[in-house]
């Protein structure tokens, strides 16, 4: 696969305050595109990285109704991916993608 086609499965890396502290136990958390499999998300973190994926979690938040400027608005559907790398491989999501 293309470096185009890695880049639309993997929109993000989530540096939130609980993606930091599970990177410790070297898993990293991706948003990724809501149609992404497993299989594309484990391609694509090891076609662009160069690491070895051990294993792929995922999940999908719905989105929720909130409201802006008093009028109801419905937030999209996110989807997170859970990426647990192999022992003894690094991944430095600061850098950038």
């Known amino acids: 696969m293309s470096k185009e086609h890695h880049y639309a499965i993997i929109h993000s890396p989530s540096i939130t305050e609980k993606a930091t502290l ?3 136990t070297n898993t990293h958390v991706f948003n990724v595109a809501r149609r992404a499999t497993k299989p594309q998300i484990k391609a694509a973190i090891e076609g662009l990285f160069g690491v070895k994926v051990e294993a792929v979690n995922t999940l999908v938040r719905k989105g929720k109704l909130k409201r802006f400027k008093g009028r109801p608005a419905l937030l999209s559907d996110s989807k997170k991916a859970y990426v647990t790398l192999a022992a003894g491989e690094r991944l430095d999501v600061t ?3």
Do not use: C, E, N
């Open 95 to 97: 850098t950038g993608l």
């Open 22 to 24: 599970i990177a410790d």
